[in-house]
């Protein structure tokens, strides 16, 4: 139970005191996602170069998950190359199929790992996941 409570912290940190809630008015890469069924609302922006993620940021409205996941990817994502990969051991483990080293590469996005057992959550969860895998695969 302890874990839990541990991965509680991190979600309500995320979503009171979010580090990159803001706009990056140089981000070359920009996308809305949109979670229609609860109004989920983001703007993802990046700034992509050489295929490394040098800052990024979103706004937006919307639940608790929903902000603190988008805030806990940017967290994993600011300069890396391969993000698409995180997006992928993500979306693995909100399904429950990660592996330990899908676990290992989430670092603190491993606190949503509970989630998959909440559907109705789900969409919440993976809103600025999905979002970020979109934008960069049309960036290639």
Same mark, same amino acid.
């Given at each position: 139970?302890?874990?839990?409570?541990?991965? @509680?912290?991190?979600?309500?940190?995320? @979503?009171? /005191?979010?580090?990159?809630?803001?706009?990056?008015?140089?981000?070359?890469?920009?996308?809305?996602?949109?979670?229609?069924?609860?109004?989920? /609302?983001?703007?993802?922006?990046?700034?992509?170069?050489?295929?490394?993620?040098?800052?990024?940021?979103?706004?937006?409205?919307?639940?608790?998950?929903?902000?603190?996941?988008?805030?806990?990817?940017?967290?994993?994502?600011?300069?890396?190359?391969?993000?698409?990969?995180?997006?992928?051991?993500?979306?693995?483990?909100?399904?429950?199929?990660?592996?330990?080293?899908?676990?290992?590469?989430?670092?603190?996005?491993?606190?949503?790992?509970?989630?998959? /057992?909440?559907?109705?959550?789900?969409?919440?969860?993976?809103?600025?996941? /999905?979002?970020?895998?979109?934008?960069?695969?049309?960036?290639?």
């Amino acid at each position: 139970m302890e874990s839990r409570n541990f991965y @509680n912290e991190i979600l309500t940190d995320h @979503n009171l /005191h979010p580090v990159h809630k803001e706009d990056i008015p140089d981000a070359n890469l920009v996308l809305e996602g949109l979670n229609p069924s609860c109004g989920d /609302h983001i703007w993802l922006k990046l700034k992509v170069e050489d295929g490394i993620i040098k800052d990024g940021g979103f706004v937006g409205d919307g639940c608790a998950i929903s902000q603190a996941s988008a805030d806990i990817m940017l967290d994993l994502i600011i300069g890396k190359k391969k993000a698409v990969k995180l997006a992928e051991s993500f979306l693995k483990m909100i399904k429950g199929n990660a592996t330990e080293e899908d676990m290992d590469a989430l670092e603190e996005a491993g606190a949503l790992q509970d989630i998959s /057992h909440m559907p109705a959550r789900v969409k919440c969860a993976v809103l600025g996941w /999905h979002t970020m895998e979109e934008l960069l695969k049309e960036e290639k």
